[in-house]
């Protein structure tokens, strides 16, 4: 018989201590171990039933969910999905949790009754399950923002045209490596960046806003008829997808509520699609850690199209499954490990190299 | 398709209104804390918290009106709005709970629920900046896009002219689809539109301002002219975009734009996320994170809590009921044993193994009780917002002082209460405590002071309601008795002191001059007594003119088991609760003497009034001595006649079905070991049936 995942659920409403385990009752290889309704209790349980995986609501009387994960990473090392709810508050909190270690998050279940439901449930259990087979590594958070960089003053650089259109697709420890790579890259940064992050809605903002606050490029939450400027980020908003598309003026990205794409809104393929149609041998598309395949397809579009293809190393990934179905696809160029991603983009897209040079160099 | 199997759904629903009533009485008591600290930083997070799990907590259920409006309450509650808005966040506060409570009891009737329209409007009133409230202008943002803002600059260099127009619709315009196709038309006929908010895809209904940028040869007044539309348009702002400032600053004219206008615009809910990251929020934030944990003493009392259902205990209780049963049968058994076998050396061990028994169910017994006991605190912690609340309404200063919230009792019991001791605390303050100006005038403090205390009595919680109030006017209750009949004026004469306040428990008499909104509903003195009838307990007023009104409210520890004293009247047992007995006598025939058509007797030179239980029973044998129990019944004391006694037993009530007994003299049965029925009397129902006192007989008549 196979072990169980044993999980302790800590949250402060009764409601959820019973809700949360009913999800996961849904799974069999899930078991709930024990509940608790604050942090402090929650260290207790985790100490008496050495729980697989620890769910954690941030917002807590006494002990507060950042302390206690302050202290489960210190002390015992359990990986720690954040459950959040959906407040400017509650997502500024939810990125310290993941800076501090926690593995991933996942929004506060929603309306028992409606479809909703099914969807987080699977979100869930989903994370629970790698959460499960992740040990919790020591995270290298590099450019963690408990110092708050003073707010940068207000995009007055000159509009430049970007050399190439860097298009990241990522998801499941997607935060932490996604703050990894945008802080490695120069302010000068040639090219521009399109991200989409499997996120719920209302928590992109401030994802973006915290991107934006250690990394020397600009980072922002698109809208649609944002520009697509050399040195700066454009993250989609959560629950909408986002295209490229090339105006008389300038190229501008275009947010749109179109159904679900493998599951997900913001769908990565929807992204990588869009750009390998439209930049062709200009695009580059970089798939890293996340569970599924959102985004396998996207990249042999753009490797179609001429353009560059990279998947995430296993080892640098928390979860290596969308660039594991890229490369098995054939779609994925390079295969490269987070810690040298950075340099790879910043070679690929710097002047000489942008792929119209290039073309000049193989006519030669 | 539902996630949740129906009965699952229902199990959820019933936990989130249970936690969301706890949630909203977190909300009463912390608002009440806050608008007497409206500054507390802790206090506030503490309301946030309750807020912000209740947003989380109906969100879950699919409550999404409640959700929505706790989200906006939650981002109201920052600091900066607490230092700005000083006491009104207490009221918003309050005012929340309310409508969250009423929302509840729709949701719960499955009803559509109240919109919470105003709670709306306060909690925007708190985060808009004062000088919004004057505001009534239209007011624009041209948050261009930013292709669409190279494109306006594009425009611009091009020498072309480029204005901002923005249009608010006509709120009395009835067809706003049609509205909002007309200003586009009319916008295009103005030149080539550059940008238009909103998309043309965008709903209609809920449009109230357009805004363009239009590159147009036209001069302004022109654009200002075409732009007018009558019943369509009612406001209008033209600005010509060929400013002094270079084209290429386009962004910060705007963004100085909206700094002049100082203001969320048109979109409030974009003003908690710009308060919320202040550098105040955030450190706030830190501090709480920072908080070193309390000391680990602090939760071992809440270590373990477990959420059960009551009916659970009460099947334990039940059986453990059914076992002192089976405890007097075996003492029953043994005492024949006994009689058989005198000299049995089994018997010793019989009797060690019985007293052990014994024991251990007596400590079952208790500790089972004990689970059903619940602090009084549960109740009291009501009652600062009802006087609170009652006080503001009839425009009084009322402290509430409350004490022996630790004092245990049944739940049952405490349920039972909640709205008799609402209705008491509520006349306390709308009829005891007088008017600042009158209590002023009569040397009191302006303050009143409505005190609320439980304490023990021996097997008895007894709970105090006092108020420092004017008293009970006593001529004014006879006269209201008098004016409605219920009274004949030689009964009033007959009267004593005590006598006349039985007569505010009376049906359908209010002593106050009219009857307000505030005390003159729902229950009433009468019921609050029946209710404590039920509950085999009883309420005494004692009450001094100027100087303020006790209520006496006295109940038993448990309804479960109670310590009785058997007796028998003809062929049938009947018991009493021991805590309502003082005293056994006996007398002969020759002792009772008859007054006004009662049989009294005197007992150490007092008058002893009889009950004859016998005329219950219906057989009227009088045997020459007379078995007398003494019980009291709030502070008169009656005899009640038996035939014989039986003894002190420990009885498990069984409740009787309504219409198992049709008789309100009964209040309860009991088995003993031996099999045979005990009926437990209910004291206040049997006196008054056939004890015959002359207030009672008006109020059974």
Known sequence: ?364 | MNFFSDERAAEMRELFFESAAELLQTLNEEGLKLEKHPQDGEILREVRRAVHTLKGDSAACGYQELSELAHQLEDALTPEVAESAKQALAEVVLIAADTFSSMLSAYRGQMQPPDGEELQQQILSLTRKPAAKIRHKLQARFAWSEYEQILIADTLANGEAVFNIALSIDPHCPMRSAALQLIRNVLEECGRMLAIVPDPGAPAQDVDVVEGAIASRLPLDAIEKKCRIPSVVSELLVRDMRAPAPASDIVQQVTALLEDQDEPLLHAEELPVETAVSPEATAAGAANASNPQPPATSFSGMENLLRVDAERIDAVLNLIGELVIAKSMLHQAFADFDKRFPRDPLKVRFSDAMAFQARILNDLQKSVMKIRMVPVEQLFRRFPRVVRDVAKSCGKEVNLVTSGQDTDLDKSILDSLAEPLAHLVRNSVDHGIETPEERIRAGKPAQGTVKMAAYHQGNQIVIEISDDGRGIDRDKLVAKALERDILSQSEAAELNEQDVLELVFHPGLSTADHVTAISGRGVGMDVVRSVLNRLKGSINIITTAGRGTTFYLKVPLTLAIIKALLFRVGERMYAVPLASVTEITRASQSDVHRVDSHDVISLRDEVLALVHLHDMTGHGLSPKKLFIVVVTLGDRKFGLVVDSLVGEEELVIKTLDDHLVATELVSGASIRGDGSVVLILNIPSVVARLGRTPVMMGASA
Request: one cysteine or more; charged letters at 25%; a positive charge.
């Open chain 1, 1 to 364: 018989m196979i072990r169980r995942i044993r999980v302790l659920v800590v949250d402060d409403s009764a409601l959820m201590r019973k809700l949360i385990p009913q999800i996961l009752a849904r799974d069999p290889e899930i078991e709930v171990v024990g509940t608790a309704m604050d942090g402090a209790f929650g260290l207790k349980k985790i100490e008496e039933l050495r729980p697989d995986v620890v769910t954690l609501d941030l917002e807590m009387p006494r002990m507060d969910g950042i302390e206690t994960l302050r202290q489960i990473t210190r002390k015992h090392r359990v990986p720690v999905i954040v459950v959040s709810a959906l407040t400017t508050e509650g997502a500024a909190a939810t990125f310290k949790a993941l800076a501090l270690g926690a593995l991933d998050f996942v929004a506060k279940p929603r309306d028992a009754a409606s479809i909703h439901m099914d969807e987080i449930a699977a979100d869930l259990i989903a994370k629970i399950k790698v959460a499960s087979k992740t040990r919790m590594r020591n995270v290298a958070a590099p450019a963690i923002a408990e110092r708050p960089k003073p707010m940068k003053p207000t995009p007055q650089r000159p509009r430049k045209d970007p050399t190439r259109v860097v298009a990241i697709g990522v998801s499941t420890g997607g935060p932490n490596a996604l703050q990894y790579l945008l802080s490695q890259l120069p302010g000068d940064f040639p090219a521009t960046i399109l991200v989409v992050q499997h996120m719920p809605e209302g928590f992109t903002e401030m994802f973006a806003r915290r991107l934006n606050e250690c990394c020397a490029i600009d980072v922002k939450e698109a809208q649609s008829g944002d520009l697509l400027v050399a040195g700066r980020a454009l993250v989609c908003p959560g629950d909408r997808h986002m295209k490229v598309r090339r105006m008389p003026l300038a190229d501008t990205i275009v947010l749109s509520d179109e159904p679900r794409v493998n599951g997900h809104r913001p769908s990565v393929d929807v992204l990588f699609k869009s750009v390998g149609a439209e930049f062709g041998s200009r695009a580059v598309g970089v798939l890293m850690t996340g569970m599924g395949d959102d985004g396998a397809n996207g990249m042999g579009v753009i490797k179609d199209a001429g353009g560059l293809t990279i998947a995430q190393t296993e080892e640098s990934c928390v979860v290596f499954g969308m660039p594991k179905a890229a490369i098995e696809r054939g779609y994925a160029m390079r295969i490269v490990p987070l810690e040298m991603l950075s340099m790879t983009l910043v070679h690929q897209c710097s002047a000489e190299r942008s792929p119209n040079a290039q073309k000049v160099h193989l006519e030669l």
